[in-house]
């Protein structure tokens, strides 16, 4: 079946980079867009951007860019989500989500990444 | 704030039928189609209606989406205490360059 396994947690501090990886697997990984999703404690959804597999070109929301790059590893069915510049209001779950026809389906379990000095 | 609007909360007792709200604008629902995901607490949130109206494979028909000009809707009918989550309507916004929009969220209490 298909599934994306998301590491459980980052601690990061002010200023600094977080890379979080979403490894694929039970489907065509360059097939399907990938998009990045994330969640503030007790807050809604944020949608962060995409990244196409098949030709690594991504679309970032507005709010990120110049912060947030998307990549792939088609060898191991990887995408990676890098956000810089770290703040205390970067704390958040981020969520890698596959996007088929339908919405986005399914999603990872969730990276918690805390930004703390 | 979030582009696309709902209410923070809605309540129900088992059996009942309850409907959420999700109120938008020309440029994210007006236009585009609306999906539906369903969060449960600690967990991802997994999909529950696309394209408007759509049930993917495994979700009971209980669980119904409309949509109406810059609105939609998910109604749930028959409630029971596992339908006890956050849930969220989600739509493709033209504005700002592109980007999806989330509604804030409902939490949906059985009470």
């Known amino acids: 079946q298909v599934q994306l396994v998301q590491p459980g947690a980052e601690v990061k501090k002010p200023g600094a980079s977080v890379n979080v990886s979403c490894k694929t697997s039970g489907y065509t990984f360059t097939a399907y867009y990938m998009h990045w999703v994330r969640q503030a404690p007790g807050q809604g959804l944020e949608w962060m951007g995409k990244i196409n597999p098949n030709d690594g070109s991504t679309r970032y929301a507005q709010t990120f860019q110049g912060r947030v790059t998307m990549i792939r590893d088609t060898s191991t069915s990887t995408v990676y989500l890098e956000l810089s510049s770290l703040k205390h209001g970067d704390t958040a779950t981020y969520y890698c989500?596959?996007?088929?026809?339908?919405?986005?389906?399914?999603w990872g379990q969730g990276t918690l990444v805390t930004v703390s000095s | 704030q979030s582009v696309v609007t709902q209410p923070p909360s809605a309540s129900g007792t088992p059996g009942q039928r309850v409907t959420i709200s999700c109120s938008g604008s020309g440029s994210n629902i007006g236009r585009n189609i609306v999906n539906w995901y369903r969060q449960l607490p600690g967990t991802a949130p997994k999909l529950l209606i696309y394209?408007?109206?759509q049930r993917p494979s495994g979700v009971p028909d209980r669980f119904s989406g409309s949509k109406s000009g810059t609105s939609a809707s998910l109604a749930i009918s028959g409630l029971q205490s596992e339908d006890e989550a956050d849930y969220y309507c989600a739509s493709w916004d033209d504005s700002l360059s592109g980007r999806w929009v989330f509604g804030g969220g409902t939490k949906l209490t059985v009470l």
């Open positions: 394209r408007n109206n």
């Open positions: 989500a596959r996007e088929d026809i339908k919405g986005f389906d399914p």
